[in-house]
């Protein structure tokens, strides 16, 4: 299994700020995913981080409202920029392992509330 | 477009029965299904899963049973206990593509 910390776990911030949200890995892993759950709402995948390439974005989703970095296979952070109260969700790292077959693990979450 | 939907937001089962979790999908090209299980202030860890050659796979207390004709699966939780009191999320992926896609979610209480 992969053991995933997120920093912070939660924050409150003013809206027009930003917020970086950090993920690390205990284990080297190709593939890492931002998810994000507002209220009420399903995991939505905000983009797929790959290490040495672009993050590639969902329909929905954009680079300049949610910048991503993964300077190597342990680690990424993710910024949502401009904050507005629609923001306020739970942020979640995710990576996938094919030890044994498919799995995924999940970080546990950042809650972000925008005022 | 909801892609994979669970309609009951919560269920409540009494401690020692049977508690079932339902999810419907609309994607016919989803090969692959997984349970998540998600306590609060936690990330959602893995459940059981199973593959869309297969309609059913037991893991101890759980077994997923899928109706690829329906689109329909399900999730059986026999004993329930009160540890098993969590919001569950069904999810789907293309094998081919390393998306999964979520569910809203099922909260379960298990009463004692």
């Known amino acids: 299994s992969a053991v995933i910390s997120q920093k912070p776990s939660r924050d409150i911030c003013q809206r027009g700020t930003s917020l970086t949200i950090q993920c690390q890995v205990d284990s080297q892993v190709t593939m890492m995913f931002w998810y994000r759950q507002q209220p009420g709402q399903s995991l939505t995948l905000i983009a797929t981080?790959?290490?040495?390439?672009?993050?590639?974005?969902e329909s929905g989703f954009v680079i300049d409202k949610f910048p991503i970095s993964r300077p190597n296979l342990t680690f990424s952070t993710l910024t949502v920029s401009n904050l507005s109260p629609e923001d306020s969700s739970i942020y979640l790292c995710?990576?996938?392992?094919?030890?044994?077959?498919?799995?995924?693990?999940f970080g546990p979450g950042t809650r972000l509330t925008v005022l | 477009d909801q892609q994979v939907k669970q309609n009951s937001p919560s269920l409540s089962v009494q401690e020692g029965r049977i508690s079932i979790l339902n999810c419907d999908y609309t994607n016919s090209m989803f090969d692959y299904f997984l349970w998540y299980k998600k306590y609060p202030a936690e990330g959602p860890t893995f459940l059981i899963s199973i593959s869309s050659i297969k309609d059913k796979n037991e893991d101890g207390r759980f077994t997923v049973f899928l109706n690829k004709s329906a689109k329909h699966l399900s999730l059986h939780i026999v004993p329930s206990q009160p540890g098993d009191s969590a919001v569950y999320f069904c999810a789907a992926r293309v094998l081919w593509d390393d998306k999964i896609i979520f569910g809203k979610g099922t909260r379960l209480h298990i009463l004692p």
């Open positions: 995710s990576v996938e392992t094919y030890r044994g077959g498919n799995e995924q693990f």
């Open positions: 981080a790959n290490q040495g390439s672009e993050a590639t974005y």
